[in-house]
């Protein structure tokens, strides 16, 4: 188990190299939290040091464990970063513009699939699981740039998921 003072200054290291006001981090294990440090300061350029006390702004988060689950089960060859998105939702492949039709799992994930950037939730009914569905459906219908290229979009991780969801159900 890492004691709180190397935990603090692993972080401090990782702060340090990337230029980061703050940078706080926790160690979680089956019987809840075991360690907790913070390092840096509030803000940047700021004196007030970061605590275990303030709030923190998590954005974003579902995307690195999106991400990670994708790892997984690449690891265990049940998905290939290569998979063509569309393989996923056969229902539409007649309907999806030619441009999207290549777009693979990794670019998906690494924001170069030409993805929207984001879709109202609230035009899907049914359960969490049939709107991502319907979601990662209609994004593909939708092509905002050419695949290819970096274009941010939170739709992409609902893409991974519906995929996820499909081959894991």
């Known amino acids: 188990m890492i004691s709180p003072t190397s935990l603090t200054t692993e972080l401090e290291q990782i702060r340090a ?28 350029g700021a004196k007030i040091p970061a605590t275990t006390e303030d709030k923190w702004h998590l954005g974003s988060d579902t995307k690195m464990m999106t991400a990670l689950l994708a790892g997984a089960l690449v690891a265990e060859g049940k ?21 999207m039709r290549d777009s693979t799992l990794g670019q998906v994930l690494a924001h ?34 050419v695949p290819g290229s970096y274009h ?3 739709t992409g991780y609902v893409v991974a998921a519906a995929i996820m969801e499909t081959i894991t159900s």
């Open 17 to 44: 190299k990337y230029k980061l006001p703050a940078l706080g981090g926790a160690i979680f294990t089956a019987d809840g939290m075991e360690e907790m440090a913070i390092t840096g300061v509030r803000k940047s």
């Open 79 to 99: 998905l290939s970063w290569e998979a063509k998105v569309l393989s996923f939702f056969p229902e539409i492949a007649d309907r999806v513009p030619k441009i």
């Open 112 to 145: 170069q699939a030409g993805l929207v950037e984001k879709l109202s939730w609230q035009e899907f009914s049914g359960s969490v699981t049939k709107r991502r569905q319907a979601a990662a459906r209609e994004a593909l219908l939708k092509p905002a740039s």
């Open 152 to 154: 941010y979009a939170n």
